[in-house]
């Protein structure tokens, strides 16, 4: 089954193409699109088409889902976090935690991850597969169902890294605005890269309203080839630039992810290295204490140090702050849970 095949990625227009396609009457598109819209995740579940159309669609096309294998609630807050399982048995996982303005996903793109950078638990392995749109969309259909909530953000940051796997991506960002469907519009999604630039530059040529992650924890590039691979393809000055070139294309700011690692990034001198970077761009810095995970060396700060970097931000004119970790109890950093799942097995 390749992404091609999976109803559920496609929109109005193409499922009119393949209706056409098949000689079945127009009006069936819309009512299957519908019935996608709605999260459906099988055939049979399209109440009012016809098995004769069911059956000649199932032919060469399926539709995706997303099954929650285990799922975990927070005793510390109100975040749950999900194991889902795939058509082919891949596993992914998603986060949603409560906010004052209501609940928010953290979505996975990718089964796995091949950035490789050092600190992440979703690079374990590689990456098996990319998602297609419509399994992205799933985990916030089967989340929403099973909680009997509305969800209304969207951020892009759970295993994977979304810019690998841009046309699906894309069409998710797509889909889900649908009205009929999850109904959520771009200024409730943030994408997060570890910085693939030539994609930032193809994303911001299309001018959407979403808030771009950039995931730079380390001001330069000594510091940043030790710990992400991509910094070797596009170093900090071509990220940066492309930073600019997107907030005056957007008219977005954007948000920087800076995870402290203890005795690393965390010195007056790279807080003076950020303010260079940073300065006339409209941008927040959202500061992030490191998660130790695998057998690696990285060490979180104590809290102390952080709000301390963080005030060192504020006063040199930087608009940072730290953020807050939800679900500590649960393993819900991306990847920590599938990486967990997997060695057990
Ligand atoms: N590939 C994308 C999307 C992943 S988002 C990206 O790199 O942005 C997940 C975010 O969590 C990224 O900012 C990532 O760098 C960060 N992250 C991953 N492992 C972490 C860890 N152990 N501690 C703190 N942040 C981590």
């Given at each position: 089954?390749?992404?091609?095949?999976?109803?559920?990625?496609?929109?109005?227009?193409?499922?009119?193409?393949?209706?056409?396609?098949?000689?079945?009457?127009?009006?069936?598109?819309?009512q299957i699109f519908g019935w996608l819209q709605k999260g459906v995740e099988n055939f049979e579940d399209m109440k009012n088409v016809p098995k004769s159309v069911t059956e000649k669609l199932a032919e060469n096309y399926y539709i995706s889902y997303a099954k929650i294998e285990k799922k975990f609630s927070s005793n510390l807050d109100e975040t749950v976090k999900y194991l889902f399982s795939l058509y082919d048995g891949e596993l992914i996982e998603s986060v949603v935690m409560k906010y004052k303005h209501g609940y928010s996903i953290c979505v996975s793109s990718q089964v796995g991850c091949n950035m490789g950078c050092k600190f992440c638990a979703s690079t374990i392995g590689g990456k098996s597969r990319n998602l297609t749109a419509g399994e992205?969309?799933?985990?916030?259909?089967?989340?929403?169902?099973d909680l009997g909530v509305r969800i209304s953000n969207v951020v892009l940051m759970g295993m994977g890294e979304p810019l690998d796997n841009f046309n699906q991506v894309m069409k998710f960002l797509e889909l889900v605005g649908e009205e009929g469907g999850l109904n959520i519009g771009m200024r409730h999604i943030s994408l997060s890269t570890c910085g693939v630039v030539d994609k930032i530059y193809e994303l911001m040529q299309k001018k959407l309203q979403i808030t771009l992650s950039i995931s730079l924890h380390a001001p330069n590039d000594e510091l940043r080839n030790t710990i992400m691979p991509i910094n070797k393809k596009y170093n900090v000055k071509t990220l940066i630039k492309a930073c600019r070139e997107y907030t005056e294309k957007t008219g977005r700011r954007i948000s920087f992810e800076y995870a402290l690692i203890k005795d690393f990034n965390d010195s007056a001198e790279c807080a003076e290295q950020l303010k260079n970077l940073t300065s006339g761009m409209i941008a927040h810095i959202n500061l992030?204490?490191?998660?130790p995970v695998h057998k690696n060396k990285f060490e979180k700060p104590d809290k102390t140090a952080v709000y301390k970097f963080c005030e060192l931000l504020n006063s040199l004119g930087?608009?940072?702050?730290?953020?807050?970790?939800l679900g500590a109890d649960i393993d819900a950093s991306c990847g920590q849970l599938r990486a967990k799942h997997k060695n057990k097995d």
């Open positions: 089954m390749s992404s091609i095949l999976d109803l559920k990625s496609m929109n109005l227009g193409e499922i009119e193409q393949i209706i056409s396609s098949l000689s079945l009457p127009k009006f069936r598109a819309k992205i969309l799933s985990q916030i259909f089967s989340a929403q169902k992030i204490p490191a998660n930087l608009n940072a702050t730290v953020r807050r970790t």
